[in-house]
C-alpha cells in the first residue's frame, strides 16, 4: 500500500516505538503515587514536558507561565477550549472550515444559546483576516473567544494566524489556535505566537495516536472539560498515560529538530507528484489558489498536501478505486469521510460543485519516497483515466 493519508495519520517513528516500549516495559507508572515508584513516573512527565517545552519553543512549568495540558489528542483539546476559554456567555469567532472537533462543538454550544459568527474564506480558502475585527466587536457583545486553525487539514492552505493574533491582542479578546496540522510540518513558536492557547495531537507528527496537548498561555483561564482527581492541577483529571506521553516528547523533538530537512523533502514530494498528475492529466484542479490567477498563484500551504479535483470522476468512486490499486489517501477530513457529505472548507470556498464531487486529498510524509510517488502517480492515472472512460460510455 503506498500511504498518502499523512494528514488523517502518520506512521509512528521507530524511535518513539523504542522510547515507549522502554517506559512500558519499566513498570507501574501512576505520576500522582507518593512512593519511589509514583516518583519515577513524574520523573518522567517532568522530564517529557522540558522536551516539549524546548520543542515549541516555550519554557513550560514555570509559576505563573505557559503550561500544556495532556489530553486524548486534537480533537479533546479543541472541545476543552471552546467550551473552557473565556466567558461561557461571550460570543465565539470561528472560520467555516475549522475541522468538526471544533465546529461541532460550537453548534452544540448554539443550541444552548451561545452566539458563533462565522469568518469567511476566499475562494483559495484563506480565511479573511480583515474582517475579524469587524466581527469581533459585531452586536451588544464583543466576541470573547476566536478560535482558528494554523493550517487547513483538507487543502492544506496556511491561515494568516499572526495576523489574527494582532487583531486579538489589540482587542483583548482570547485567542485559540488548532495548530494540529501545523507541527512537524512548518516552524512555529508558541512563544511567540501570540495565542492565547494552542491544540496538537501526537499522531500527526508521527507520534502515538491518544495523546495530545492544549497549550495555555500564562495568566489563561480554562474551566476543565472531565471532573475527578488532582492531576495537571484539576484542568484534565485521569491518570496521567505516562508511555503516551514520553512518545509524544520524542516525536515532537524529532519532528522539529528535523524539520528543515523532512520540510524540504516533503514539499519536494508533494510537488512531485502534483506535477506528475498535472502532466498526465492538465484539467486536473489543484485548490489553494486564487480563480483568475490559476494554480500559479497558489497561496502558502503545508509542505505534504494537495487537495485536487479529478474532474470527469466521482470522490468515492475514485477512493474505492485507488484503495484496490493500493493507494491510501482520503476525499475530506477521515473524520467526515465515513458518511462521506460533501466537504464543508471546499463549499466554504465557493467551488463549483463538480470540483467538491471530485476532490482528493494526499498528504506525504517524511517517510515517503520519490519510487513510491512515481509508482503512486502511474497508480491514480490508470484509476482516474479508467473511471473517466466509463462514465463517457455511461453517458
Ligand atoms: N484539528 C485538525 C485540524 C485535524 O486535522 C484533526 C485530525 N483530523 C483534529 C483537530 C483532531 O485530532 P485528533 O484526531 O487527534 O482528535
Known sequence: MIYLDNNATTEIDPRVVDVMIDVLRSGPCNASSQHAVGRAARLRIDEAIDVIGSAIDSPLDQPGGPRLIFTSGGTESNNLALTGLADPDAPIVLSRIEHPSVIAVAEQLA????????????????????????????????????????????????????????????????????????????????????????????HKFHGPTG???????????????????????????????VPLICGMATALQLATSELAQSQLQMSSLRDRLEHGLRSAHPDLVVHGSLPDHGDRSLVPRLPNTTCLSFLGADRQSMLMALDMAGVACSSGSACSSGSSPPSHVLLAMGLPAEQVQS????????????????DAIERISRCYKRLRQNRAVEN
Open 359 to 374: 476532490a482528493l486529498r494526499f498528504g506525504v510524509s517524511k517517510f515517503s519516497t520519490e519510487k513510491k510517488i512515481d
Open 211 to 241: 495523546i495530545g496537548g492544549l497549550w495555555i498561555d500564562g495568566g489563561v483561564k480554562l474551566r476543565p472539560l472531565l471532573h475527578g482527581g488532582e492531576q495537571q492541577l484539576e484542568s484534565r483529571p485521569g491518570t496521567e498515560p
Open 111 to 202: 443550541a444552548r444559546g451561545r452566539e458563533i459568527r462565522w469568518l469567511d474564506v476566499d475562494h483559495a480558502g484563506v480565511a479573511k483576516i480583515d474582517l475579524l475585527p469587524d466581527l469581533i466587536q459585531a452586536g451588544n457583545r464583543p466576541a470573547g473567544l476566536v478560535s482558528l486553525m494554523s493550517a487547513n487539514n483538507e487543502t492544506g492552505v496556511v491561515q494568516p494566524i499572526e495576523q489574527a493574533a494582532q487583531f486579538c491582542r489589540d482587542l483583548g479578546v482570547t485567542f485559540h489556535v488548532d495548530a494540529t496540522q501545523s507541527i512537524g510540518k512548518l516552524p512555529i513558536s508558541f512563544r511567540t505566537l501570540g495565542a492565547s492557547a494552542v491544540t496538537l495531537s501526537a
